[in-house]
């Protein structure tokens, strides 16, 4: 009886080590997973694509100072923010309610001047209502309680002044002009109506008559509006001008820009320094 239990003892001991020893699967047979309970092996990183990348539908618009709402038509349009033709309708005839834009048929641009420059982010294919509202905000939060006729002057100092340090004193020329009573005689002036103006693709009807209300080698005092939507430096420049006596400058071959009291004195020194044009 010992015997016939030692050797049933031995058969299930060699049947349990027959069975620990076979494989998941033999030898040149693959695994499934299903068998092996494998995912898969690891596969190279570069030869897996990539998944698609996300479109980015934001865009990055600089507003430089001085440029007119022309321009910036044309460049939220190359951009792909919106249409340049339909920001320009939204704004002739949008009305902000935190302040006061003038309604004034004399100006082909109801927004000029009011459109601050800088950089902005925008999603392609904006409500050009959208745009102008923040390009709207950014002016009242900037200029504060600057006044039209501050704007309008702000805006010629921003296209003559050529730099930070002779703003305050391009607009005590302005001023003291004004308060003389004599013409303004800015090339800038004449120089929006040429490049604004005649021949713009947004503006329709007879554009002729605007250059006796801008072009300050004919009208008297200042122009009817903005010439240009101008930055901070020109703003605080119109609010707090320099205190000067002079009347005259220009913009000299020299890269400077020259003052003077008198004509005689003004003629003398382009004379010497020479006139250097746009």
């Not at 440029?67 to 002739?92: A, D, K, M, P, Y």
């Not at 006044?147 to 703003?167: H, P």
């Amino acid at each position: 009886m010992r015997k016939f239990a030692a050797a049933l003892l031995a058969a299930v001991f060699l049947l349990l080590a027959g069975c620990s020893a076979v494989p998941a699967f033999a030898p040149g047979e693959e695994a499934s997973p299903a068998s092996s309970g494998v995912s898969g092996a690891p596969e190279d990183p570069e030869s897996t694509p990539a998944p698609p990348a996300e479109e980015d539908t934001t865009v990055r618009v600089t507003i430089p100072e001085g440029f007119t709402v022309l321009q910036i038509c044309q460049r939220l349009e190359e951009n792909g923010v919106c249409s340049g033709q339909e920001f320009f309708e939204v704004s002739q005839s949008y009305e902000p309610s935190s302040f006061t834009v003038p309604e004034d048929e004399n100006r082909p641009y109801k927004m000029e001047g009011y459109l601050f420059p800088a950089t902005y982010e925008f999603e392609k294919n904006s409500d050009p209502t959208d745009v102008l509202i923040e390009m709207l905000n950014a002016y009242r939060y900037r200029a504060g309680d600057l006044t039209d006729e501050q704007l309008i002057i702000a805006s010629i100092i921003e296209r003559e002044s050529r730099s930070v340090e002779n703003a305050a004193l391009v607009s005590s020329v302005i001023y003291n002009r004004l308060d003389a009573g004599m013409m303004l005689q800015m090339d800038s002036t004449r120089e929006y109506i040429n490049d604004a103006v005649t021949d713009s693709p947004y503006l329709t009807g007879d554009t002729s008559r605007f250059a006796e209300l801008y072009n300050t080698y004919k009208c008297p005092a200042l122009p009817a509006g903005p010439i240009c939507c101008p930055g901070e430096r020109a703003m605080e420049a119109a609010r707090n001008p320099a205190e000067s006596e002079y009347y005259y400058f220009f913009f000299g071959n020299d890269n400077e820009n020259h003052y003077s009291t008198t004509y005689e004195e003004h003629v003398a020194a382009i004379e010497e320094y020479g006139v250097q044009y746009g």
